[in-house]
């Protein structure tokens, strides 16, 4: 198992770089997000020695310069500094809680009920049932057909050289759940987790889990981290054994 430091280090440096985003890595992260994905900027992953008012004045001035009107920074207690208190005297609106979970792979235990099946997704068909169960939970635009055929070639070879995978389960033979996987320096960084509403609380999420675990084990990873949200997906780490590491808080800010 990783140290605290590590787990809340990791923590801060998982980004994710949608395909077509702009980005920028300095002393903190910017991600300018595409339209699908409701454009917009990301930051994260403090690491200056200039004063959070200096950092956050950048992280602005880069927002606007790609075009954007709308800032959305994560932060992390491993930030340097930290921005939050900034944020908040500027205005910024709270919008979302993360909670960092992780625990050594061997100490998790996923009870999963008989009628979640959970595959390793390795088909242009089972890609295209991803997204719509994507489409079904976060709104966003399905993705035309050379983008299902981008997604299942980032699959295929994540799969081929052992560094990531994704997984969809099924209730009564209908895709329902789905979510992604990443290994990195012997973390596996669980992503992406969606289930269609009308499917919750009947353990579909929890075969996502149970797969995505048993599968980055096989790729060499020790110690899964996952950022729950507190309102969802949270109460049932924790009651498989994930540990709270702390929380990570979205705030809004328009530029």
């Known amino acids: 198992m990783h140290t605290r430091t590590d787990v809340l280090r990791a923590s801060a440096e998982w980004v994710w770089l949608p395909r077509g985003c702009d980005h920028e890595t300095t002393d903190l992260q910017l991600v300018r997000y595409p339209a699908r994905f409701g454009g917009g900027v990301r930051g994260s ?85 991803m997204d719509a169960v994507n489409v079904a939970v976060w709104g966003q635009k399905p993705l035309d057909d050379e983008g299902i055929l981008t997604e299942l070639a980032e699959t295929t070879r994540a799969l081929e050289d052992r560094s990531g995978l994704r997984v969809l389960a099924a209730l009564d033979g209908q895709p329902v759940s789905t979510g992604g996987c990443t290994v990195v320096d012997g973390f596996v960084r669980l992503w992406g987790a969606a289930t269609i509403e009308s499917a919750r609380g009947r353990g579909s999420y929890r075969a996502v889990l149970a797969e995505r675990l048993r599968a980055s084990a096989e790729f060499g990873a020790t110690t899964a981290i996952v950022k729950g949200r507190v309102s969802t997906s949270a109460p049932i780490l924790a009651r498989v054994g994930f540990e709270r590491f702390g929380d990570e808080r979205a705030y809004r800010l328009e530029v």
């Not at 932060?75 to 208190?85: F, R, Y």
């Open 45 to 129: 992953r403090v690491e200056s020695s200039s004063d959070a008012a200096s950092v956050l004045d950048r992280a602005i001035e880069k927002t606007r310069v790609w075009g954007e009107r709308e800032l959305t920074f994560w932060t992390n207690e491993s930030d340097i500094p930290d921005l939050e208190q900034e944020l908040q005297a500027r205005g910024a609106e709270h919008i979302d809680t993360v909670a960092v979970f992780a625990q050594a792979i061997a100490g998790i235990s996923v009870p999963v009920p008989e009628d979640a099946v959970a595959e390793i997704i390795r088909t242009e068909a089972q890609i295209r049932r």
